[in-house]
């Protein structure tokens, strides 16, 4: 199993244009995740999913978007990228909330300038 | 929402010294305690966990313990080792989703 694979690994965009973060998991989890992480500081999630179809906000969505067709894939899209973008995102998956831990991707990092 | 404070947010010990790092949550519904070790430039990983009807759990060097009444649960981890120098995150989890505390960067010291 491949686990949580993230494209690409590295992205600087300028203020202003848009693009999306893939995020493909292999292990049939239904739950999945955007998490983003400024330097030194710990992780807050963006927007996040309990199945196919189903989304729903966390703490920072404002300037994202996802969708989730498939209980494999879950994007991220930035519409209109600002500098307070940069960041590393993380997107992860688990088997269910209650008692199953998080498997992350090994992450994407983003400038925008 | 969910709120989990993690204390310290930098910890320097001696090789061999024990480290203990606290952390506090608000929402009484979180049922899962999870912490993850994060090396420089890699991605979070799980470390140990422990679920709400267990009041401690060990492997090996590692240890959490719970305490659902006042909110907090910490993780022991004894004999460090310089590779146990990283940054360390717990989270709640419950309601669909995980909050995570700030992180604390441990450095064991040779």
């Known amino acids: 199993n491949a686990g949580v694979t993230q494209t690409p690994k590295f992205r600087i965009l300028k203020i202003g244009q848009s693009m999306t973060l893939q995020c493909t998991q292999d292990m049939n989890h239904n739950y999945m995740y955007w998490y983003r992480q400024d330097p030194g500081m710990g992780l807050k999630l963006i927007y996040y999913?309990?199945?196919?179809?189903?989304?729903d906000k966390g703490e920072v969505p404002n300037g994202y978007n996802v969708s989730r067709s498939t209980t494999e894939d879950f994007p991220l899209r930035l519409e209109l990228a600002a500098p307070s973008q940069t960041s590393v995102y993380f997107c992860?998956?688990?088997?269910?909330?209650?008692?199953?831990?998080?498997?992350f991707g090994n992450g994407t990092r983003l400038t925008v300038t | 929402g969910e709120n989990v404070e993690q204390h310290p947010s930098t910890l320097s010990v001696q090789e061999g010294d024990s480290a203990v790092i606290k952390c506090t949550y608000s929402?009484?519904?979180?049922?899962?305690f999870p912490w993850y070790k994060q090396e420089l430039g890699k991605r979070p990983q799980l470390i140990i966990d422990i679920r709400s009807n267990v009041g401690e759990k060990k492997d090996q060097r590692i240890a959490v313990t719970l305490n659902k009444t006042a909110k907090h649960f910490s993780l022991h981890i004894t004999e460090t080792q310089p590779e146990d120098s990283a940054v360390y995150f717990c989270?709640?989890?419950?309601?669909?989703?995980?909050?995570f505390g700030d992180g604390t960067t441990l450095t064991v010291k040779p």
């Open positions: 992860a998956s688990s088997f269910s909330t209650t008692n199953s831990p998080l498997h």
């Open positions: 989270a709640a989890a419950g309601g669909g989703k995980s909050t």
């Open positions: 929402d009484s519904a979180s049922n899962y």
């Open positions: 999913s309990v199945g196919a179809g189903i989304t």
